[in-house]
């Protein structure tokens, strides 16, 4: 019986754990949990003010694609109403925009 536990044996289950521990912090810090260190206190992501700026950074940026996805929202709909709309309408709207378009040009 004692002949199972070997050292080998040992040696890749050591391994074995060594590399689960590895795989499971990788794991951790691509969804985005903190790591820890052997006292339970956060290592990653550190709070200082490259995150603090970085974080400001994305925040803005955020709000400038929010407002772009909101004016091809606006977009979309005058492209669907168009479309859905009968040809008297549309060619309605045509000639409204030529006029205006040659009223521009006038002045």
């Not at 050591?14 to 499971?24: C, P, T």
């Amino acid at each position: 019986m004692n002949e199972l536990i070997t050292p080998a044996v040992l040696g890749i289950g050591i391994v074995a754990m060594s590399a689960a521990w590895i795989i499971n912090t990788a794991i951790r810090v691509r969804h985005g949990y903190p790591l820890e260190n052997s006292w339970g206190r956060s290592v990653y992501p550190k709070k200082d003010a490259e995150t603090a700026e970085r974080l400001k950074l994305m925040t803005q940026e955020n709000a400038q694609l929010r407002a772009e996805i909101g004016s091809v929202k606006d977009r979309l709909a005058n492209v669907e109403r168009i479309v859905t709309d009968s040809g008297y309408h549309l060619t309605q709207e045509i000639e409204q925009l030529r006029l205006s378009g040659e009223k521009e040009k006038m002045q």
